[in-house]
Every structure is written in C-alpha cells, then in structure tokens.
C-alpha cells in the first residue's frame, strides 16, 4: 500500500477514535478539519506542532512545540489590573465594587471553541478565553497559531512571521469606568494597567536598545508594540509604556490601556517557536493525485482541581486524494 495513503487511514482512525464521546463524563474530544485557504491547488505540506495549553482557572497558558514538550515551553501568567486615574492611580479600590484586581489566580475564564481564521493573509487556527472583571468589563485573550509565513503587527511595526509562531491579542471590552466617590473626592478612571510575566527558557535579554524586543531563550522572541487599537483607531500608548521588569527568566511587563467606549486590543507575537523544536516543516509527499491542506484541530477538555483545563493541540495535517 502506499505510505502516503496508509498514514491517510491510519490519521482517519485517529480522528474517528477521538470523537468517541463514550465517556463525555470525563474528558470530550471535538475533532474538525477545517481549510484556511480558498485555494485547491497543489500545495506544500506542512507540520504545525505548536501547542497552547490554557487553564481555565487564571488563564495563564504555556505555549510550546509538542516535540520538546510543555517543560520547554513558554508561559504566559495574567497577574493584575488596575484601573487607575491620569496621574496613575488607582481608582476604584474600596466600596463593593472593585476596579482592580491584585491577582488571577482565582479568576475563572470561558475558553471558546478553536476556529479558522485569516490575518491578512496569514492562515492562523484562534482559540480566546474570556473572563468578566468584578461586573465592570470584561478581558480577553486571543491566540492564533500560524500556518504559513507572512508579516503582522501595527501601522508601521510589522514583524516578520512563520508557520507555528504565535501571535496573542489581549482585548478590554464593556467598561464601566470609576466616576467613584472616595473620602469626598470623585475619581475618575482614565487608563487601565495590566500585568503580565512571560517566562521564557532562559534569562530574558532585549534586543538593540529597545525594549520591544526580547529574547527569551531556545530561539524565540517576544515582540511587542508601544501602539494599542482602541475603538477602530491606532493610538500609541503612554511614554514609557509598555513597562519592562527583567529578572532572570521571567519578565513582567505593564500595558496601558487608554480610556476607551467600545473596546481596547493590545496585539504582541511570539516568534521562533519552531526553531525551539527544530524545523516544523517536511518535504511534500509526492501523490498521484493533487493534494490539499487544512488544519486538524483536536481539543481536550477536562475537568481538575484548579478548575477546567483545556489542551489544545494544533496540528496541520495533509490529506491525501488519489484519482483512480
């Protein structure tokens, strides 16, 4: 038999085994092969082995290539938010309704099924999570693992990037902003700050003299903007801003959100992610037929202690047609 087309049925097992709800109780699986391009001429064939790995509890998430596994992973942690006034305080602090919060910890997120989607015309597989703040907002992050090579990012700050990068949106949206009264003083909410540590796989090191770039080990690299897109327009964030704190492997960093009506969406990417495991990419498998390709997307839902955890294992896979 043709090796091309036994790996064909041998991944049609696999993917009608995981969509055996049996034992729905446990764990569920949702498997779907969807295209990310219009195109259905002959291709190349490419391997994606990029994993994100989101608790539901926190919405801190690890993203890795599954060769290396999730040890050699980089991780992502949500640690604060602060609402705070024009000279950057924090406002909101006291009564029964908070503006900030001191950690995620306990943070509960809706994470929503993966679908397909193009940035440009980069082709990504996007799974967001979701979680609201106190009754005043609600804050989002959405990730895309990308298929293909391209460029991405802001006017004027695009970043060049490749199969199995991944590019992540952190997005602020319905905020009811403090007009609070505090010892007879009105305040008044004019930015939101959020924390967020990166851990890398080595002591982070910025590249050049500034600090939207970064190094974090094993070949990838943090990307950032200093411009936010709020309601449908570009609009650079405050001088200083985003702030960057290094120690050893882990950085925090503090994005400034402007005042907003509708929305607010600050959009970095992490590069390198396949150089970590080496090449993502194999050479095409020559076919008697033409060939098309789509990414399979398997996800694990389950439920621990910490609350729901959610795998997401994205996985470009090529399928094979033979012309009798």
Known sequence: MNGALALFFALSLVLTAASDENNASVTSTVTSTMTTTASTTKTKTILTRTVVDVQGQSGKFTVYDE????????????????????????????GSVKHSINTFAAQAFTIA??????????????????SPITSIG?????TYVLGKSGSLGPPGETWAVQN????????????????????????EGAFIDVDISVK????????????????????????????????????????????????????TFTFRFP????????????????????????????????TTTGPGISIDRAADLGGSH????????????WIA
């Open 113 to 130: 099924p993966a679908e397909d989607v193009m940035l440009g015309n980069v082709s990504a597989v996007k799974v967001s999570f979701s």
């Open 67 to 94: 060769r290396s596994g999730k040890a050699s992973g980089i991780q992502v942690t949500m640690d604060a938010l602060r609402e705070v006034d024009a000279a950057g305080n924090a406002v909101g602090a006291s």
């Open 259 to 290: 005042r907003f009506t509708e929305s607010s969406v600050y959009d970095p990417v992490l590069t390198g992610l396949a150089a970590s495991g080496d090449s993502t990419s194999v050479s095409p498998t020559t076919t008697q037929g033409p």
């Open 138 to 142: 609600v804050i989002s992050v959405d």
């Open 200 to 251: 890398g796989l080595g002591n982070a090191e910025t590249k050049g003299k500034s600090n939207k770039s970064l190094t974090l080990g094993g070949g990838v690299t943090l990307e950032l903007s200093n411009q936010v897109h709020s309601d449908g327009k570009w609009s650079a964030m405050p001088a200083g801003y985003p702030k960057v704190s290094m120690q050893g492997s882990s950085t």
């Open 310 to 321: 959610v795998m997401i294992a994205v996985v470009m896979v090529m399928t094979a047609m």
């Open 164 to 187: 199995g990068d991944l590019k992540w949106n952190i997005a602020l949206s319905n905020w009811q902003w403090c007009g609070c009264s505090q010892g007879g003083k009105t305040e």
